[in-house]
Nanobody
């Protein structure tokens, strides 16, 4: 599967952005999807994940209550709605796919990655 992330940009503190990740292929619904991010000088970290059906989601504590992951299997797309953005949310955001039933938080469990989209939160 090939992934294309989009939707990043510059936003002020407290603002919102919605990231999208479009997947190629006809088996999107068989992949668990995740969002990860990497801030300058830091390691890539887990943000959110969603099960194949979309019924089960998981979030990092740092974004819980502010970010929402969702997917539309008819459009082969996963989304990350980001609200109440903070400067510490500034990072390159990556979507990733895992051909499995169970969503995990480890980047090493995801074999397919998008190219990343930059989110900058200014104060």
């Amino acid at each position: 599967v090939q992934l294309q992330a989009s939707g990043g940009g510059l936003v002020q503190v407290g603002g919102s952005l919605r990231l999208s990740c479009a997947a190629s292929g006809r088996t999107f619904s068989k992949y668990v999807m995740g969002w990860f991010r990497q801030a300058p000088g830091k390691e890539r970290e887990f943000v959110a994940a969603i099960s194949r059906s979309g019924a089960i989601t998981s979030y990092a504590d740092s974004v819980k209550g502010r970010f929402t992951i969702s997917r539309d299997n008819s459009k082969n797309t996963v989304y990350l709605q980001m609200n109440s953005l903070k400067p510490e949310d500034t990072a390159v955001y990556f979507c990733a796919a895992r051909f499995a039933e169970v969503a995990t938080r480890s980047q090493y469990d995801y074999a397919y990655w998008g190219q990343g989209t930059l989110v900058t939160v200014s104060s």
